[in-house]
Every structure is written in structure tokens, then in C-alpha cells.
T-cell receptor, first 116, second 115 residues
Framework: AQTVTQSQPEMSVQEAETVTLSCTYD???????LFWYKQPPSRQMILVIR??????QNATENRFSVNFQKAAKSFSLKISDSQLGDTAMYFC?????????????FGAGTILRVKS | GAVVSQHPSRVICKSGTSVKIECRSL??????MFWYRQFPKQSLMLMAT?????????EQGVEKDKFLINHASLTLSTLTVTSAHPEDSSFYIC???????????FGNGTRLTVT
């Protein structure tokens, strides 16, 4: 069974600075997907970024980028130029595509607070 | 983009009654939907996988008779909490994806309070 570990329960960062959230996972699969989701106080789950395991290039979405190390099974999220609106709980998630569905396995989450 | 609608957003019910939560994919068909439960400041716990036209697959420890799931069409899955008790109070979220490997899209969640 796949597991996802987020070792940082809470983090703080000053506005405009950069922060990195860590995530490691355990799987014997070779083909899979990794995601970072953001859950602000509204509790809406928002997709931040997606990485396909077969792609070596790290995914980037504006201020958000990942450092995907497949051999080390590591998938960290870097947030540049942090904004107050980035305050949220961040979940790392693993997906092994299955015929007829895409089950996500979530990490425990990291609460990120951006301070002004 | 793909949208998942969940209703109601909040519900308060008395102990012993049943509550139905709906999850709809608005602009795509979803043969599979997922139901999660989340406690405050904790991660999402998968409860069950809802399969269109067949029985749901429940995760270990989730009571099938307590949490009834029906997926009668390609755009609608329902979760019914039967004979609700205060310990069933929680945040329930559904999700679905348009195709294999694509990101899951989540409903806005339902906050259930059982008094």
C-alpha cells in the first residue's frame, strides 16, 4: 500500500519570502501521479500542482514549483514570493491510476501561515 | 474546468435521523466518485469509492450500513448517513475526476452536525 508522509505539521513564512514544504512517499509502482492540494479556511480543496512520475522535469505553476526526486521518493513544494492568501493547509497526495477511478492517498497535511 | 457540486453545505440533524448528501459532476461524467471524511486540522480520510451502476467499495473500518452510497447515474452520487449519532458529526467531501490520471475535483464539502 502506498503511504504519503508530510513531516512538518505547521510552518510559518514572512510575506514575500520563500518556503518549502516537504513530502515523501512510499510505493513500488513506477507509473503514478503526485499532487499538492491547498485547503484554505473555507475548506475548499484546490489543486496547486501536479507531477507525472514519468516526467523528469519538475512541474511549475507561477509561484509554485516542485522538486521531484523519484529515486528518493520525495516531492517537495516551493512557494516563492509568499502571499497572505497562501495561508492554508497543504496536502501532498499520491495517485495510482486505476481503471475506472483515481484514488488519492493523502499525507497528514502541513498548516502554512504567511505573516505580514 | 471540471466542477463538482456538493449539497448541502451545512446540515444539522437530530440524533437517530438520516441525512443525505449529494455530489454531482456538473460538466463531465464520472463513473467513479470518492467520499472522504475530515476532522478539524486533520487529513482527508477515504471512506468509500462510489461506482456507477454497482456497489460501492468501502475502506476498512467504515460501516456499510451506516454510510449508504448510491451512484445511480454518471453525474450523481449520494451518501446517506443513517441513524446519525453525535460522533458522526464531521466534514464530508466528495470528489471525482473526468478521466484516468486526471486530478480529482472536489465538492465544497458538507459540515454535518448531529445534536
Amino acid at each position: 500500500a502506498q503511504t504519503v508522509t508530510q513531516s512538518q505539521p505547521e510552518m510559518s513564512v514572512q510575506e514575500a519570502e520563500t518556503v518549502t514544504l516537504s513530502c515523501t512517499y512510499d510505493t513500488s509502482e513506477n507509473n503514478y501521479y503526485l499532487f499538492w492540494y491547498k485547503q484554505p479556511p473555507s475548506r475548499q480543496m484546490i489543486l496547486v500542482i501536479r507531477q507525472e512520475a514519468y516526467k523528469q522535469q519538475n512541474a511549475t505553476e507561477n509561484r509554485f514549483s516542485v522538486n521531484f526526486q523519484k529515486a528518493a521518493k520525495s516531492f517537495s513544494l516551493k512557494i516563492s514570493d509568499s502571499q497572505l492568501g497562501d495561508t492554508a493547509m497543504y496536502f501532498c497526495a499520491f495517485m495510482k491510476p486505476l481503471l475506472g477511478g483515481n484514488k488519492l492517498v493523502f499525507g497528514a497535511g502541513t498548516i502554512l501561515r504567511v505573516k505580514s | 474546468g471540471a466542477v463538482v457540486s456538493q449539497h448541502p453545505s451545512r446540515v444539522i440533524c437530530k440524533s437517530g435521523t438520516s441525512v443525505k448528501i449529494e455530489c454531482r459532476s456538473l460538466d463531465f461524467q464520472a463513473t467513479t466518485m470518492f467520499w472522504y471524511r475530515q476532522f478539524p486540522k486533520q487529513s482527508l480520510m477515504l471512506m468509500a469509492t462510489s461506482n456507477e451502476g454497482s456497489k460501492a467499495t468501502y475502506e476498512q473500518g467504515v460501516e456499510k450500513d451506516k454510510f449508504l452510497i448510491n451512484h445511480a447515474s454518471l453525474t450523481l452520487s449520494t451518501l446517506t448517513v443513517t441513524s446519525a449519532h453525535p460522533e458522526d458529526s464531521s466534514f464530508y467531501i466528495c470528489s471525482a475526476s473526468a478521466e484516468q490520471g486526471s486530478p480529482l475535483h472536489f465538492g465544497n464539502g458538507t459540515r454535518l452536525t448531529v445534536t
